[in-house]
């Protein structure tokens, strides 16, 4: 008898050690193959065939990646079955063939047949589903073609992302409400129209961004807003672009590199174009009306629709954003300009095709960095108003189309280098007694050029003995005999202390214990110019290694030693220095802040020598930046 168990418990030991190996060396693991996953539903998986087959009725439920290990490469899933629960089958790999879902089912969870690579053939959501969750069939490259159900409400994030193999049309059923960001990422091979129905009243943002339609775009009626790169490089699209009345926002890229070949209907209640929204539609025609209601449109807005041909401007507009028109070259006949604007933002019409005279606003502040460069259908500015503070770098340079006088008048502070270069048809210039600086090449290869006029004292400018001078060679500078030379009192004042002041007052270096951020702020001091604000366009900032230069017209006025708690709160983050001249005035310190559109901006007291003093601003971006920000 104690033989027989000997012999018993050996056996016992020697299938136990099989077992242990057979796991160990990768094989499939032998826990439980069928078990249940609601109150109703019985899961079963057949190692021979590699099939799970759910069966029952009612809501799946399972625990996270329940079915990850097993190496399932069909899937039964049976009719009664009116759930598949997230995470169900992420991500795997072994799943082959057509997807069968049941007629019963009504919602299919998040990220349920994520990465599920290997399926193939059409998808075909049954017309009983009305929910797709977030990611759940996200980089199923697989599949050839998409059908969606009838009863479909809601398409979560990223739900049908990267089918970039799906083929043929998509077709939204009427019902659905909500669309997800990203639903339908980079469906690159989708054809035909795209009908959006009326009840959707939520699409995300980059939802169709990248896709193939070849057909027309109609949106839904009641859409209040096109969301960030929601039709983004749909280059196949054609016919006109309609936006419903019922959208006030066309956000970041909506439309941008769109390929509609017919003309763009704007809703009359539109408020906001963001930055490129409506920009490098190649094949956009016709007229752009922008309705009165319109508050404000972002950087490049348009650019770069080299077909659209005539341009209307909201009556209410202040600002032009930078880039907003550039390289619309096809945009023709006379430019009106809302008496309303303020800032024309840099490279806001460059390379346009506009003719006639150029009128430009009573109010209008700033003309920014080549805001008008190339423009050679103009043949004549109308006069500069009152109000101008600047002319910045290259703003009209190469208008080869422009003749006669210009005249500035008495507020004008800075005319930028290159503004006027290349312009041979103007024959003479005359300054307002408040110009400051003339840039170098201001109006290099103006051949017709013959006299410059100083009214008042004489401007900063680069003379014939320099590098690129602001005249060309011919061109008679004349001032009042009485008039002094503006360089040479910012050198005098530059030299001494702010009034009520001694020059050996130093900055405190007391800035406390230091603290780890991810971020320091006075990375954003180094690298780039900080440009003064309206008349104080000629003044540039440069930090560099505790050392603040100040430049004035491009020409070093003087440098000092700054200070800055790199681990300040926002509220607390300040340069200080000893005090510094700065063309009109003395500034002690600067308060750092962001402004619109990623505007880096540096504000001060600006002290003058009467006493009296005025709040200043210096910033890196286009100058309608720092005005939206001011107002915001």
């Not at 509220?571 to 802040?593: A, H, M, N």
Request: hydrophobic share 35%.
């Amino acid at each position: 008898m104690k033989r027989v168990w000997i012999i018993l418990v050996g056996l016992m030991m020697l299938f136990g050690l099989f077992g242990c190996r057979s796991e160990a060396m990768g094989g499939e693991k032998t826990k439980g193959e069928t078990g249940t996953c609601g109150e109703n539903i019985t899961w079963t998986y057949d190692k021979s065939t590699k099939t799970l087959t759910f069966s029952g009725t009612g809501e799946m439920e399972a625990e996270k990646f329940m079915w990850s290990d097993y190496k399932i490469q069909k899937l039964v899933i049976g009719e009664g079955i009116t759930s598949i629960v997230r995470n169900a089958f992420y991500s795997n790999q072994n799943l082959t063939g057509e997807l069968v879902l049941p007629s019963t089912l009504k919602t299919i969870g998040e990220f349920a047949f994520y990465g599920c690579e290997g399926l193939t053939g059409e998808l075909i959501l049954p017309d009983s589903v009305e929910k797709v969750g977030d990611y759940a069939f996200t980089r199923c490259k697989g599949f050839t073609g998409i059908k969606l159900s009838k009863s479909l409400k809601e398409i979560g994030d990223e739900a049908f992302a990267d089918f970039e193999n799906a083929e043929g049309t998509l077709e939204l059923p009427d019902g659905l409400e909500k669309i997800g960001r990203c639903a339908f990422i980079r469906a690159r091979k989708l054809r035909g129209d795209l009908i959006i129905p009326d009840s959707v009243t939520s699409m995300g943002d980059w939802v169709f961004s990248e896709c193939g339609f070849d057909g027309k775009l109609k949106l839904p009626a009641n859409l209040e807003k096109i969301e960030y790169s929601c039709f983004n490089h749909c280059e196949n699209f054609t016919g006109d672009l309609v936006i419903p009345d019922s959208v006030k926002d066309i956000d970041f890229h909506a439309f941008c590199g769109c390929g509609f070949d017919g003309t763009l209907t704007l809703p009359k209640g539109l408020e906001h174009i963001g930055n490129g929204g409506l920009s490098y539609m190649k094949r956009l025609k016709g007229s752009v009306v922008l309705p009165d209601s319109l508050k404000l449109m972002e950087n490049n807005a348009f650019e770069g629709d080299e077909c659209i041909t005539s341009l209307k401007l909201p009556k209410n507009l202040e600002y032009i954003c930078s880039g907003c028109f550039r390289g619309c070259n096809s945009l023709t006949g006379e430019l009106e300009l809302p008496e309303s604007l303020l800032v024309i933002g840099d490279h806001a019409f460059g390379g346009t095709a506009f003719t006639g005279t150029l009128k430009l606003p009573s109010g209008l502040i700033s003309i920014g960095q080549a805001a008008f460069s190339g423009c050679n259908g103009f043949t004549s500015i109308a006069g500069f108003p009152e109000t101008l503070t600047h002319i910045k770098d290259s703003a009209f340079s190469v208008c080869e189309g422009l003749t006669g006088e210009l005249v500035f008048p008495d507020g004008l502070a800075y005319v930028g280098k290159y503004a006027f270069t290349g312009c041979a048809g103007i024959t003479k210039v005359t300054f307002g007694n408040g110009i400051s600086s003339v840039g170098p090449d201001a109006f290099g290869k103006c051949e017709g050029l013959k006299s410059a006029e100083f009214t008042g004292a004489i401007a900063d400018y680069y003379g014939q003995d320099e590098k690129h001078p602001s005249f060309p060679e011919g061109c008679v500078v004349n001032a009042p005999a009485s008039a002094v030379k503006r360089m040479d009192t910012w050198k005098e004042n530059a030299s001494k202390a702010e009034p009520g002041k001694e020059s050996s007052t130093s900055a405190s270096s007391d800035f406390g214990e230091e603290r780890e951020v991810p971020y320091y702020w006075t990375s954003a001091l180094t690298g780039d110019e900080y440009v003064g604000e309206g008349r104080l366009a000629d003044v540039v900032l440069l930090f560099d290694d505790n050392i603040l230069s100040v430049k004035i017209n491009g020409r070093e006025l003087l440098t000092v030693n700054y200070e800055a708690d790199m681990n300040a709160d926002p509220e607390d983050r300040i340069v200080t220095t000893k005090g510094f001249f700065c063309r009109d005035g003395w500034i002690e310190k600067l308060s750092y802040d962001t402004g619109f559109y990623s505007d880096d901006i540096l504000t001060g007291t600006l002290t003058k020598a009467d006493g009296s003093t005025e709040e200043v601003h210096f910033h890196t971006g286009s100058e309608e930046s720092l005005y939206i920000r001011l107002e915001a």
